[in-house]
């Protein structure tokens, strides 16, 4: 079978390189960025040049936005109808562009993001500042090309006698690239322009005391003056657009917030649900009403406060949470020569003012040769009347209009052109009258050919031609700054007051993870005893709290969290709370120690201080103020103390506060040594350190607990019990004080033959504390601290249970007492 010759192999990749790239380039070139000289993409060129062409101009009637779309789809543009007439939309947008370069009767949107009316129901023209852009566009001032099916032609740019770039802004994204260049004062560029002209060297600190940032056609207010700077020299910065904002009060002391201006580009309709959404969601108490007052003589949008609300720390919040206040970021590219380049104000102006000399050059050649003809031909008229008899004489003996021409330019030695303009000479234009106007004309032409000598011949009348078409621009156009500009960018502040309302609540933590903050009227009329326990669960924490305080929660895994009070859950006594695991990932048989709430109105001091013990002997003490928040702990644990192997794990966590007393560490382990020492041995560390090392232990020994007291507390009760159901009280006053790091001293009778082994160890007995004792054979058995007897150091205690018939200690809970909320 022969091969088909229009069918060719090419690789894929190959193709698709060579498709793409062809996209690529035509999207960059011809779509998305816009020309550097008059700041148009050329689908808004096209549009603006097809208005042009036909008449619908700013002195002219309005016409159908319709016509006008088929008119550039059909000559220049062949692309979708509604992405044109998105982009004629907003060309009349005055939210949008700071000088709209199009009038628009009818729906043209809304800053709620509402879309234009359908082209078959506006009415569009010109806008008379579009007029400088296309003036002079018929004195072959600029280049043009074929339209895409080569019947008609379409300029390559535009004249643009002010440099729109910088004025209207754009924004584009093509491939690789994007544009984002903010809209700018009429008046402030056309200064810059025209000290540029009169300084080239000019630099950036010079161009800015004229270009004091961009003037959004929004207003609002601008911050950062160095990214401003950045911008302007890079092309590349950000600052900060902030709304203009005034805090009213009202009658009863309420007050209300009113905004006027908001940020460029930003959904009014979009920005007031968000607020009122703050308001519904409460996540921010005080808002009583958000309100959209934007009618025709203006924006307005109105906050309205409940009574004795902080107004400055609300308004901050929504500047914080809403596009109240937004970044831009600049990103000035533009086409320069074909090509894509990120360019600063300085680079666009000089590129507008090279444009510029170029348009008025080739209008001059071209007013210069259109003034030379006439003047040629003026010459001859004026000539014709001196020897009018003649030249009437010889047309008249002529055979025709081409006979009567060759003859005058044989007889007389007149031009063709003059030939041309004799023959065709009007009779009435020989009265005395005429030929005066004629001589008139003469010397205007010579004067306007001199001048027009003198624009193409000498640079610095050409520039002076500039600057007064700018300045004559300028004193039509201009308008005042609507944007303010401020130097620093405010650091926005939030208060915790400011954002959650202050109530007194009950926290609620137990010992298996379930937390919850229940409101003191449904603690105060619940039972306590029905504080909704999962079974065998036991509380850890019950204590009251602000909602503006926070709480730290500390597992035997070395790990800890750390909520506000206000995002605990809200249930009723009853009810049993969350659990932490819901939200936070445990490692297998982790743990949670002891919580302890964090005082909103409390400094934390350098003498309050969390010591750690761990089972491998192993004693920390850091700074309870390095407990804070954390970034992302809502999801996961941050590290309380860094555990040396994977079997240790914290026994033991006390705070103290070391301003006005002096503390010792006892230290008890399972093989029955115990160490008393002065807790200054152990400096402060950070909070991500392991320790130094708290006794020293015996092969397979370890740490069953440790107590923290007062110095030479001499009757502060330690209670232990050992695994053969032995139990006993004593004082540690029983224990003589030696140093860190130590063996310690034997706190049991040594038996040869099945001994004794500590494995459980509390602290500060007074209190007549419950047990819950569970044996190896099943047995439960309860037992309070104050039948307990005290005993000496080296002695066994006393037992609780019969090991023969009982069994050994399984397990050991200690049970919370909710007769402490009594009161």
Do not use: C
């Amino acid at each position: 079978m022969a091969e088909r010759q229009e069918i060719k192999e090419l690789m894929m990749e190959d193709v698709m390189s060579d498709r793409f790239g062809r996209y690529s380039k035509y999207i960059i070139q011809d779509r998305a960025l816009p020309d550097i000289r008059d700041g148009l993409k050329p689908v808004q060129r096209r549009i603006l040049y097809a208005m042009y062409v036909s008449g619908n101009t700013s002195e002219k009637q309005f016409r159908k936005s319709a016509k006008t779309v088929g008119n550039v789809i059909g000559n220049y543009h062949p692309h979708g109808d509604s992405s044109v007439y998105e982009a004629m939309v907003r060309l009349s947008q005055d939210w949008k562009m700071r000088e709209p370069l199009i009038e628009m009767h009818g729906n043209n949107g809304s800053m709620d993001g509402d879309p234009a009316a359908a082209m078959r129901y506006t009415e569009a023209r010109l806008a008379k500042i579009s007029s400088e852009l296309l003036g002079d566009i018929d004195k072959e001032t600029v280049d043009f090309m074929l339209n895409f099916d080569d019947t008609d032609e379409e300029p390559l740019v535009l004249p643009a006698r002010y440099p729109n770039l910088l004025v209207n802004g754009t924004t584009g994204i093509s491939a690789g690239y994007a544009t984002d260049i903010p809209p700018h004062n009429l008046g402030e560029i056309i200064d810059a322009t025209t000290y540029l002209i009169e300084h080239p060297n000019a630099t950036l600190d010079q161009l800015m005391k004229f270009v004091k940032g961009p003037d959004f056609p929004t207003g609002a207010i601008i911050q950062g003056i160095d990214g401003l700077k950045t911008a302007y020299k890079t092309g590349r910065g950000k600052v900060v657009v902030r709304s203009k904002a005034v805090i009213e009060s009202l009658r009863g002391g309420k007050q209300q917030i009113v905004i006027n201006e908001i940020p460029f580009e930003v959904n009014k309709a979009q920005l007031v649900k968000k607020m009122d959404e703050i308001r519904i969601n409460r996540k921010l108490e005080g808002i009583a009403e958000v309100r959209d007052e934007t009618d025709r003589t203006g924006l307005q949008i109105v906050v309205e406060l409940k009574k004795d609300v902080n107004a400055e720390g609300i308004l901050n919040y929504l500047f914080k949470n809403t596009d109240l206040q937004v970044n831009y970021n600049f990103n000035m590219v533009a086409i320069d020569e074909r090509m894509p380049k990120q360019v600063g104000i300085s680079d666009i102006l000089k590129a507008y003012i090279a444009h510029q000399k170029e348009v008025i050059v080739r209008r001059t050649r071209y007013n210069l040769k259109k003034a030379e003809v006439r003047l040629h031909i003026v010459d001859a008229l004026i000539k014709v009347v001196s020897i009018l008899d003649e030249v009437i004489q010889l047309i008249r003996n002529s055979n025709d209009k081409k006979d009567a021409k060759n003859n005058l330019m044989k007889t007389f030695d007149f031009s063709e052109v003059q030939a041309e303009a004799i023959v065709s000479l009007q009779l009435y234009r020989l009265t005395n009258t005429d030929i005066v106007a004629l001589q008139n004309e003469r010397l205007d032409l010579s004067e306007l050919v001199a001048s027009y000598n003198s624009i193409l011949k000498n640079e610095k009348t050409l520039l002076l031609v500039m600057k007064n078409e700018l300045n004559e621009i300028k004193k039509k156009y201009a308008t005042p700054r609507l944007s303010v500009i401020e130097e620093e960018i405010d650091e926005i502040k939030i208060e915790t007051e400011v954002l959650i309302p202050e109530e007194e609540v009950v926290v609620v933590l137990t010992r298996e993870g379930y937390y919850k903050r229940t409101n003191l009227r449904s603690f105060a009329a619940t039972d306590l005893t029905d504080i909704g326990l999962r079974e065998g669960d036991q509380p850890l924490l019950i204590e009251k709290a602000s909602t503006l305080d926070a709480i730290a929660i500390f597992t035997n895994r070395g790990d800890y969290m750390h909520f506000p009070i206000y995002e605990l859950p809200e249930l009723k006594w009853k009810d049993m709370g969350h659990h932490l695991s819901q939200s936070i990932p445990f490692a297998n048989n982790e743990e949670i120690l002891v919580a302890k709430i964090i005082k909103h109105e409390e400094e934390l001091s350098e003498s309050q201080s969390v010591i750690f013990v761990t089972k491998e002997g192993m004693i920390k003490r850091s700074l309870l103020s390095e407990y804070q928040t954390f970034r992302g702990y809502k999801r996961k644990k941050s590290t309380a103390i860094r555990l040396k192997t994977e079997t240790d794990f914290v026994t033991n966590i006390h705070f103290i506060d070391a301003a006005k007393k002096e503390y010792e560490v006892l230290l008890i382990t399972n093989g029955g040594f115990s160490l008393r020492y002065l807790l200054d041995e152990i400096s402060v560390t950070g909070i991500r350190t392991s320790g130094v090392k708290a006794i020293n232990l015996k092969v397979d020994d370890y740490v069953v607990g440790a107590a923290i007291f007062e110095m030479d507390d001499e009757k502060y009760p330690i209670l232990i019990m050992t695994q053969r159901g032995n139990a006993k009280r004593f004082r540690t006053s029983e224990i003589p004080r030696l140093g860190r790091a130590k063996r310690g001293l034997m706190l049991i009778k040594e038996l040869k033959t099945n001994p004794h082994r500590i494995i459980y160890m509390d602290a500060d007995t007074e209190a007549n504390t419950l047990y819950r004792i569970r044996t190896t054979r099943g047995q439960t058995k309860e037992l309070y601290s104050k039948n307990v007897p005290f005993s000496a150091r080296y002695t066994n205690g006393s037992s609780v249970l019969v090991e023969k018939d009982e069994g050994m200690i399984y397990s050991i809970k200690k049970i919370y007492s909710l007769s402490q909320l009594e009161d």
